[in-house]
């Protein structure tokens, strides 16, 4: 008993000064970036990296807890950022009186509509909250459905097969926004009404405290998730799936619920990444930014640990804005052969993805198996249920 | 020949390449190979350079295409793919592995594109190689010559794998890896063995591909979707199902295209990805293993059996 | 021949064999039994180092076995028989024994496929089937040949009569016997059918949760009456007409 309390604790302190270490390595980049570059490029990574780890949690909980091969994240992103392009906007329009219907989104139209429901929002504080509501919510319908829509056929799947219909999946959702120019004006964006653009210069700082109210709420929502026996369930699934159907556990039930969660809130994460740029690109919406980063987030990060995704996406997000920030001062060499050092953000995301397989497996923050419940709480329904068999 | 069939042809013998790629590498060492995008695209950049570079036609450059597709398959084998053999990692670590040395393949392509354009002066980023090709009987050659340098590879392939002592050793190891080690049959050169041919497929169908549409460092990445639906729709299990899956794949892609384009207008082209796609889910629909599941020697036994049946 | 050495065992971090010593004397069969889940196909993927070997020794002909591939150790001379999946049932028959024979010149592989298809006539017959489509006997026998094609030093026989018919598992017996009667070929037999494994065999262990339970004189252990109901299910009574069947065995394998 005590080797295994002594050993626990190892183990934990063991985590804990890896975490102060990465910690240490992100609050000195930061405060470099602070010191030559001002505050704003510190505001923009923390918005990428509320966004992200949205996203990445998402993830997370589909791949992480449940072992699904989602490699088709993009398109949950794609249908909140969709839905963000083309509907609020829309309901605002009609409330306003302007043009609503297909010709909203043409650019013609478009770019002297937005501006004037920016006004309409900018002069109500109430409205723009009810707008950004609105926003949240319809992103997670709209995450949610096209949850439910890809687990109809893929749920019964095997591991690889599965993985390579989602990505396909992903990347038609991204042509059919490319090219039916109806939805989010095709190749050209189409703008998206700003919730806040009452905080003038302000913006930046609102929208990081903002999306890190909603990025906090919803990390705490996927830790009750996961510590309730859903969860249990969930990682039922990933170790095991024969015996967890033996055990008499509806795997299509259960796999449909976890997508239909995780597309909802990879959706709000899609939703917020197009509100945050104001237009949507739907080109821009590659399964690169949005399965692939994600996905090295996460395994650096560790698979199954909330916290290890958020320190994963922001020692990351900080890399990549360096090597662009940097690119002229510390990459010339290449830039003298007229290579752009930009192409390193795919030689670091590829170099990350191999190093953290084959040297750090369980990521920075391996997750913790504990028990579903208190131990307190086991004793007392023991008790309870002796007392009541008594 | 109807103009979409020249193209297709062209299109759907790069895009079987792959797939057979894609399905080997699989059988072997249960790896979803991603790398075969960049491969691809490697492949059809060889051809490139060698072209506008030394001059020719693409097809002298294949030989070349094929030893560097199958250097890059030999770097991932002993890079990243072996030791997670060893560690028996799941089948999403080593298909996430590949993924990896994807990206760092495309950067490289495109700082490689990057410099010949600064070094050569050359428009690496679009590029049209059919005209580098020459005309034969008012077609472009290609439609002929490729589809001929698929099936010569193919046959090799299939006299490699049924003739020669490690050919069989090879499939050997496919069905029972434990047994085929337990004969003195090395797994190590067996999964090199299979990188090797796996990459120089990869690399060659990349540069056929790239004789049908325009050629982009992203090429690969773009298409790889449809490299995977042909090898899915082959079923996974054999790698002649991979190559007629993709083949399948790339045929209907034009010929879909081409026919809806007709009837409904122009504004299908943005959609044609989603041929191949809709194929591939309509067919495990009704096939859930894929093309290799149908049971056509079954089918055939059961016609027979029925007209016997008739006579008598 | 063979001497494994305090060894430790399983697959992963699953335990499955304890502190194990075995002696495999040279041209004799030596006979593991024991109940289901005892450790009998554990120990021999060990020798093989198909299971991962945490501690001990695995001493082949005074060499140490300790990480050598698998497929040097079928180079080192021992050949390996699974329970399952034993033949490349994809492959033809002929090329099973090719395949089989796989580091031997080509001459060497030539000569062995002809002896084996004389010593096994089943297999003439079927020389260019594929293996898939043989009967559950002829599989065997085949199993057996690709086992004997490797000119083995030692063979090791998992379960070679499980899921046989019982005139099949006869056979396939006598076939054992007599490999190491006349081609004088040392054989680690796993069985479930003990009672006439241990009739055939010189050594025996009894293994039994990962344990040397038994260890000695093949017909003895049909002496041990506790040992024999508890583990192996033969009751007493058949321990007396060993000596009759032996005889009987002696007579089919010159016959056949």
């Known amino acids: 008993m005590t080797v295994n309390e002594s050993s626990g604790g190892i183990f934990k302190s063991l985590i804990a000064s890896r975490i102060t270490y990465v910690l240490a390595i992100i609050i000195a980049l930061l405060a470099f970036l602070y010191f030559t570059r001002g505050l704003s490029i510190i505001l923009t990574i923390l918005i990428q990296v509320t966004i992200f780890s949205i996203i990445t949690m998402s993830l997370n909980l589909e791949s992480g807890y449940s072992g699904i091969p989602q490699f088709g994240r993009v398109a949950a992103v794609i249908a909140g950022a969709f839905a963000v392009g083309a509907i609020p906007g829309r309901i605002m329009a009609a409330f306003m009186g302007l043009p609503a219907g297909a010709e909203y989104a043409s650019d013609t139209v478009n770019f002297r509509l937005v501006p004037e429901i920016n006004t309409l929002l900018a002069n109500s504080w109430l409205m723009s909250l009810g707008f950004l509501a609105m926003c949240l919510v319809i992103a997670a319908l709209s995450g949610a459905l096209i949850g439910w829509l890809i687990s109809r056929p893929a749920i019964r799947l095997k591991e690889g097969y599965l993985g390579i219909s989602m990505l396909a999946i992903g990347d038609f959702l991204m042509w059919v926004g490319h090219n039916w120019s109806i939805i989010v004006g095709g190749s050209v964006p189409v703008n998206v009404p700003d919730p806040f653009r009452m905080f003038g210069t302000n913006r930046f700082t609102v929208i990081v405290v903002v999306f890190f109210v909603i990025a906090v709420l919803i990390f705490v929502y996927l830790n009750k998730l996961t510590q309730s026996p859903f969860g249990r369930n969930l990682r039922m699934l990933r170790d095991n799936d024969l015996s967890a159907v033996a055990a008499g556990l509806d795997i299509v039930k259960v796999r449909t619920q976890c997508l239909v969660i995780g597309a909802a809130i990879a959706a709000i994460g899609g939703g917020l990444y197009v509100i945050y740029t104001g237009s949507v690109a739907a080109i821009g919406l590659t399964r690169l930014t949005f399965t692939f980063w994600p996905w090295a987030y996460m395994m650096l990060g560790g698979i199954g640990s909330n916290i290890g995704v958020f320190l994963g996406v922001i020692l990351l997000t900080i890399l990549r804005t360096m090597i662009i920030i940097f690119r002229s001062t510390w990459f010339g060499f290449l830039m003298a052969v007229g290579i752009d050092p930009l192409w390193l953000e795919f030689t670091l995301l590829g170099a990350v993805i191999i190093i953290v397989i084959l040297f750090l497996p369980h990521g920075l923050v391996p997750e913790k198996i504990a028990p579903m419940l208190p131990s307190k709480r086991i004793k007392k329904v023991l008790a309870d249920r002796q007392v009541v068999s008594g | 020949m109807a103009p979409w069939l020249s193209s297709g042809l062209v299109y759907a013998s790069g895009l079987a390449l792959t797939a057979g790629s894609i399905t080997l590498l699989y059988i072997v060492t249960r790896t979803f190979n991603f790398a075969v995008a960049s491969m691809a695209t490697i492949g059809f950049y060889v051809a490139y350079s060698g072209v506008t570079l030394y001059g020719g036609l693409p097809y002298l450059y294949y030989p070349l295409v094929l030893i560097i597709g199958a250097i890059t398959g030999v770097v991932c084998y002993y890079g990243l793919n072996r030791p997670l053999l060893y560690r028996k990692a799941a089948e999403t670590t080593l298909m996430m592995s590949t993924l990896g040395y994807d990206l760092i393949l495309l950067s490289v392509i495109q700082m490689y594109a990057d410099f010949l354009t600064h070094s050569y002066k050359l428009f690496p980023r679009r590029v049209t190689m059919s005209l580098f090709d020459f005309e034969l009987f008012g077609e472009r050659a290609a439609a002929f010559i490729l589809p001929i340098i698929a099936i010569a590879f193919l046959t090799i392939l299939h006299i490699f794998l049924t003739k020669t002592k490690f050919g069989i050793a090879m499939r050997a190891t496919i069905e029972n890896p434990t047994l085929a080690g337990a004969s003195g049959i090395n797994s190590d050169r067996v999964y090199l063995v299979s990188w090797i041919i796996s990459g120089g497929m990869a690399a060659l169908g990349g540069s056929f591909i790239a004789m049908a549409m325009t050629g982009t460092p992203v090429m690969g990445m773009f298409i790889i979707p449809l490299m995977f639906a042909g090898a899915i729709l082959g079923g996974l299990g054999n790698i002649y199902g991979g190559i007629l899956g993709g083949m399948v794949i790339g045929l209907t892609e034009f010929a879909g295209v081409f026919i809806l384009a007709q009837n409904f207008g122009p504004w299908v082209l943005g959609y044609r990805m989603g041929i191949p796609l809709f194929i591939m889910a309509a067919t495990l629909l009704v096939f859930p293993r894929g093309l290799s599941g149908i049971p056509l020697a079954k089918i055939i036994r059961n016609l027979f059996r029925r007209k016997r049946g008739a006579r008598a | ?256």
């Open chain 3, 1 to 256: 021949m063979l001497t494994v050495k305090n060894l430790n065992s399983g697959y992963g971090k699953l335990q499955v064999l304890y502190d194990l010593n075995i002696n495999v004397p040279e041209k004799e069969l030596t006979v593991i039994v024991g109940p289901n889940g005892a450790g009998k196909t554990t120990l021999l993927c060990s020798i093989m180092n198909i299971a991962n070997v945490f501690s001990g020794e695995i001493i082949f002909g005074g060499e140490p076995l300790a990480g050598v591939v698998t497929h040097k150790l079928a180079q080192k001379g021992i050949s390996y028989v699974p329970q399952m999946g034993n033949v490349f049932a994809d492959l033809t028959v002929l090329d099973n024994l090719h395949m089989a024979g796989y580091m031997l010149s080509k001459a060497e592989v030539n000569d062995k496929s002809e002896q084996m298809t004389e010593i096994f006539p089943v297999l003439k017959a079927f020389i260019y089937r594929l293996a898939g489509t043989l009967s559950g006997g002829e599989r065997r026998m085949l199993a057996i040949a690709m086992g004997l094609m490797k000119n083995p030093k030692l063979m090791l026989l998992d379960e070679l009569s499980t899921d046989l018919a019982p005139i099949i598992a006869e056979r396939v017996m006598v076939e054992i016997a007599r490999m190491r009667d006349e081609l004088g070929i040392t054989i680690l037999l796993v069985e479930q059918m003990a009672k006439r494994a241990l009739e055939i065999g010189d050594t025996a262990y009894l293994l039994v949760s990962g344990e040397v339970r038994y260890s000695g004189k093949a017909d003895s252990l049909l002496h041990e009456p506790e040992l024999c109901s508890m583990y192996l299910g033969i009751k007493q009574a058949s321990g007396k007409d060993a000596d009759t069947k032996l005889s009987v065995l002696g007579e089919g394998s010159e016959n056949s």
